[in-house]
């Protein structure tokens, strides 16, 4: 393995969105503990299992590249905007957007906000970094995931597992690759900090009965195609009481690019 990459340990949970993004440029992730707490992470929490119940009766299960072809136990919760506005709370929450400000700069897109649940005897994901889609040599970063502990996030509940140092390979693993992985455990209400070079996957999650929750927010500097195409799939409810950081971050706002005939003072 290439020497830039760090030993395989994570720096320590902290309180304070700078010395997260200290830890994203030393290590590539910061965690942020105690983000979400008590009614405010309840909320939350109910919101993504109630979407996750709902999805699982109609058999709306749509698995998602580099998820593991042979696991049916994770299940993946799409278009979370439109499932309750406290998925929207969160893709502005003052921290998240601080944070990707620092790394992105101003404006960008929310290219996707959707959760991964994994469940017991749920399978790794592959290996890879979530910039993945931009082309080779990349300028630096690309993208911002914002990675939200619903549950507590442990080894053996399938804590995202990342290869610390990783970012500063600036590259995507090839197909096999590997690196020495380490679970980012945190306790539920974390946000966690992933800059779009770190190299990780899902965990395996070897509980009996144990699930992890975990909504995944990616922003991405705006010359990007988002993930989600929001013109297709948003409630309109959602845009028609969009703030104006929401607008901007779907794309409904014009900017250097996408104009809106010509100008961008829409
Ligand atoms: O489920 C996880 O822990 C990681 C998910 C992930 O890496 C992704 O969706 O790209």
Known sequence: MDDRIAPAALPPLTQSVEQALQDV??????????????????????????AAASDRERGWNDRFVNDNPDDRTNQRVWGL?????????????????????ALLGWPVLLSNISANIT???????????DQGFAPLPWGGIQGVNIAWAIDDF????????????????????????????????????????????????????????????????FYTLPIYLPQENWFLSLNPAVRHYASETMLQLLGFKAGRFGRFYGTSLY
């Open 25 to 50: 440029a030393d290590f590539g992730v910061g965690r942020i503990e105690g983000v979400l707490q008590g009614a405010a992470l309840a909320r939350v929490h109910d919101a993504l299992y109630r």
């Open 81 to 101: 905007l439109s499932r309750d506005p406290v998925f929207s709370d969160l893709a502005e929450h003052p921290f998240a957007l601080q944070a990707v400000k």
């Open 119 to 129: 469940g017991p005897g749920g399978g790794e994901m592959v290996l890879h970094a």
């Open 154 to 217: 442990t080894d053996e509940n399938g804590a995202t597992r990342i290869v610390p140092g990783s970012h500063r390979l600036n590259r995507t693993p090839q197909p096999g690759e590997g690196g020495e992985t380490v679970a980012l455990e945190a306790p539920a209400g974390s946000m966690i900090i992933m800059e779009g070079r770190v190299w990780h996957r899902t965990g395996f999650n070897r509980t009996q009965d144990r699930h992890r929750g975990a909504i995944f927010a």
